[in-house]
């Protein structure tokens, strides 16, 4: 909260590298404050918060702090700001605040302000499939077959609650079973009874769309425009009707929520406007309550997009035809060269197109092409709908007035990252907050070309400082990438070890990763499931490997878990387990775990290795997914651009490709 007295430490938090990793931030800001932003007012922060009596008070210059929030974000990207008031007074679960429904956070990307102990659940229903005739002159969005849609998928999302309760119920029935006293037990157990509880009590859904962008180029309009935006809101317009009529029609068949309470939403904005456009469809909900306490959000569907082949969420498309540069293998010499790099790798170019934009081209009657020359594509682009409507160009203040337009027919809230060039000046992110706040958006988040890693590096030269100064007292060497890793040590007798699988070709393997304090230490790999392989249980993921010598003193490396009935199991020999050639690449990459390479160069290692690349499915990719899982989260992928919106703003998250651009998410 902006409230909290330590509020500006948070704002600046990320601006130092490695301080908050793994998590998006964000500012909970309110509507008082905002007024004195305006105003030129002083601001009183206090602790605790919402207190009456607070032992902590700070009056602050409201313009200052503001100016940092906006600083930072164009410097960093975040924080973002969640206009708070905005979406307690617009919520509709907050009718119910006393009965434990009142939002406290939001879910990751933030488009579900949640309550404690419930849960986000998402479905997105493709909007390009509703466009009749796209990219004609007879195009027109069928809004009879969506709302049928919007109906059963409302219907699909209440199903899965129900699915939901099964696992629920699994879990409870698991640990009630348990062999611990109920002391050990009641923690956890009291969780999944407040989840099951919670789910129930108002069955809380989130269905929402992707494929705005396309959805608004094939109808033959512009995004950015005040036209498309009026599609926009017409279309969403039409989809609350529909999944609330669904939700309603479901009260009368299964019942309502367990709380529905119409006299207590009968003021909250969004039921009012939702009264006054269908007067009819909340008359029925008064008479018979309705399935969900709230049913809509609009998520960045990032992964999802990719599967529809279409624009995400209610984004713009980024980029509609570009040019990409494919690495030649050096074995092949009928590819074409088309650039060489400063280390003599070989690039071939070749055009990428959006999938929609082949659409729009093959309904034009234009050749799809992978040779045109830039110069072509820019003409291409500049006589397509998606002209000056894709993340670098539009009007991002009409975007913000769009979500706000949007927002005001979606419960939950919407995950919107307003792309911005890197030669804009902060004054435009103070803008695009200030006018998000006003035209009634939930929340929103800027992301400037290249601010990003331009943070990382400064922040980076500092830590090797401190790093090696640490590293120099503690014994220890800095790595490269700024973390002080151990020497080559004596290898203990026991390691502790994780367990990871992976398919080599058409064969089942395992690798078993020894650590030294949480650290890859050593990996040994074998077959997994095989009469002549490694056989070990696949509820183990964890064990230790034992350096041990047998009667004629040859030393081997085992590897012991606990099973299921609690008892000490062996599997010996797992240097016997290897391929030759696999053993020896193994002791190779050992061999730089041992002596404290970097991750993060260790897999670039072993990807470099001459193995069999033509399939993921080969020992190599395993035993990278084996080590990328420990890679530290943040790390870059340098060199490496997002397959979804191109920009070079890839990081590992717990072994995971992460775009911080656009949300993509890529494991392995």
């Excluded at 902006?2 to 998006?24: C, M, V, W, Y």
């Excluded at 348990?178 to 956890?188: A, I, N, R």
Aim: aromatic share 8%.
């Amino acid at each position: 909260s902006i409230k909290h007295p330590d509020s500006e430490r948070f704002i600046d938090a990320k601006l130092e590298q490695g301080k908050i990793t793994g998590a998006n931030v964000s500012v909970k800001i309110d509507d008082d404050f905002m007024r004195c932003v305006e105003s030129g007012e002083v601001y009183r922060r206090q602790f605790p918060v919402w207190s009456d009596k607070p032992e902590v008070s700070i009056d602050t210059d409201a313009r200052a702090l503001w100016g940092k929030i906006v600083y930072n974000a164009w410097k960093s990207a975040e924080p973002g700001v969640l206009f708070w008031d905005t979406i307690t007074r617009e919520s509709v679960p907050d009718c119910y605040a006393d009965l434990g429904f009142q939002t406290v956070s939001t879910n990751p990307c933030g488009e579900i302000p949640l309550c404690p102990y419930d849960s986000c659940r998402l479905l997105a229903v493709n909007l390009y499939s509703y466009v009749k005739n796209p990219f004609t002159d007879h195009a027109e969005f069928d809004y009879e077959l969506f709302a049928g849609h919007i109906a059963k998928a409302q219907r699909i999302m209440d199903d899965i609650i129900d699915l939901e309760m099964e696992k629920i119920d699994t879990i409870i029935g698991k640990i009630e079973r348990d062999h611990e006293t109920s002391e050990v037990k009641e923690t956890e157990l009291n969780l999944w009874k407040k989840i099951r509880a919670k789910t129930l009590k108002g069955r809380r859904t989130g269905l929402g769309t992707t494929a705005e962008g396309d959805m608004i180029a094939a109808l033959g309009l512009r995004y950015g425009t005040a036209e498309a935006t009026q599609m926009s809101v017409n279309v969403h317009r039409a989809l609350a009707v529909a999944a609330f009529g669904s939700s309603v029609q479901m009260a009368k068949e299964r019942g309502a929520f367990e709380v529905y309470d119409a006299e207590r939403e009968r003021n909250n904005p969004y039921i009012s406007r939702l009264r006054d456009f269908a007067p009819e469809l909340v008359a029925e909900m008064e008479k018979h309550g309705r399935r969900n306490i709230a049913c809509l959000t609009i998520a960045p569907t990032g992964t999802t997009s990719l599967m529809t082949r279409t624009s995400s969420g209610i984004e713009p498309v980024f980029m509609p035809v570009y040019k990409r540069r494919r690495k030649i293998n050096a074995n092949d010499v009928e590819t074409r060269v088309d650039y060489v790099d400063e280390s003599g790798d070989k690039f071939e170019e070749y055009v990428v197109y959006h999938p929609k934009f082949i659409d729009w081209m093959r309904v034009n009657g234009i050749e799809v092409r992978d040779d045109y020359s830039q110069a072509e594509i820019d003409s291409l682009v500049a006589r397509s709908p998606y002209y000056k409507a894709t993340a670098n160009d539009i009007d991002w203040l009409e975007k913000v007035r769009m979500q706000g337009a949007v927002q005001k027919w979606v419960d939950h809230s919407i995950s919107v990252t307003i792309n911005l060039p890197a030669d804009v000046d902060v004054d435009l992110v103070n803008r695009l907050y200030l006018e998000a706040w006003k035209a009634g958006c939930k929340g929103c988040t800027i992301y400037r070309d290249g601010c990003r890693s331009g943070v990382l590096i400064a922040a980076e030269n500092e830590k090797k400082k401190k790093d090696a100064s640490k590293a120099e007292k503690d014994g220890l060497e800095p790595s490269s990438d700024s973390v002080a890793q151990p020497l080559m040590l004596k290898r203990p007798m026991e390691l502790e070890a994780d367990v990871v699988r992976f398919q080599n070709n058409k064969e089942k393997w395992i690798a078993f990763v020894g650590l030294v304090d949480g650290r890859p230490y050593e990996i040994f790999t074998g077959l997994a499931d095989d009469e002549d392989g490694i056989f070990c249980p696949k509820s183990v993921s964890k064990g230790k490997i034992i350096k041990a010598v047998d009667d004629k003193g040859s030393k081997r490396y085992d590897f012991q878990f606990i099973n299921k009935r609690g008892l000490k199991t062996t599997i010996e020999g797992l240097s016997d387990k290897f391929n030759p050639e696999y053993w020896n690449y193994a002791k190779l990459i050992s061999g730089v775990l041992r002596y404290g390479m970097p991750i993060d160069q260790v897999v670039k290692l072993v990807n470099g290795l001459e193995l069999n690349s033509h399939s993921i499915n080969t020992w190599k990719m395993g035993v990278e997914r084996a080590l990328k899982k420990y890679l530290p989260s943040g790390t870059p992928a340098n060199g490496q651009k997002c397959p979804h919106c191109g920009q070079e703003t890839l990081i590992y998250q717990e072994g995971c490709l992460i775009c911080t651009s656009c949300g993509n998410s890529r494991c392995g």
